[in-house]
């Protein structure tokens, strides 16, 4: 018998990608701070759905400066780190729009 495919990680990728291509100006953060196939995996199938006005912006958790004129900020798959520094700036806070086993997997940065 052949091999089933298992499309639980990659089965939210259109509903994020819509959510993103929502927004005028989009801008979506991710991390790598260690090798995540699943994280990589998602984002490359993703990459494939989201609109070119999308900017895609990879970084280490210790850096959150954000430069540039986005209308929306969303954060995918981001560690607890980054959770916690975000809302330290008393501009913004975290709203979870999709979330997998109860952690945030698609987050957005709103005025608070």
Same mark, same amino acid.
């Given at each position: 018998?052949?091999?089933?495919?298992?499309?639980?990680?990659?089965?939210?990728?259109?509903?994020?990608?819509?959510?993103?291509?929502?927004?005028?100006?989009?801008?979506? /953060?991710?991390?790598?701070?260690?090798?995540?196939?699943?994280?990589?995996?998602?984002?490359?199938?993703?990459?494939?759905?989201?609109?070119?006005?999308?900017?895609?912006?990879?970084?280490?958790?210790?850096?959150?400066? /954000?430069?540039?004129?986005?209308?929306?900020?969303?954060?995918?798959?981001?560690?607890?780190?980054?959770?916690?520094? /975000?809302?330290?700036?008393?501009?913004?806070?975290?709203?979870? /729009?999709?979330?997998?086993?109860?952690?945030?997997?698609?987050?957005?940065?709103?005025?608070?």
């Amino acid at each position: 018998m052949g091999e089933m495919w298992n499309k639980d990680c990659s089965y939210i990728n259109i509903r994020l990608a819509r959510t993103v291509n929502s927004a005028s100006k989009p801008l979506i /953060i991710t991390e790598f701070p260690e090798y995540n196939v699943d994280t990589i995996g998602n984002l490359l199938g993703m990459s494939h759905q989201i609109d070119p006005k999308a900017k895609l912006l990879l970084m280490l958790p210790k850096n959150v400066e /954000i430069f540039g004129n986005f209308t929306e900020i969303f954060l995918y798959s981001i560690s607890h780190e980054l959770k916690t520094q /975000i809302p330290k700036n008393n501009q913004y806070k975290l709203q979870t /729009i999709y979330a997998k086993n109860h952690e945030m997997l698609l987050g957005k940065r709103v005025n608070k």
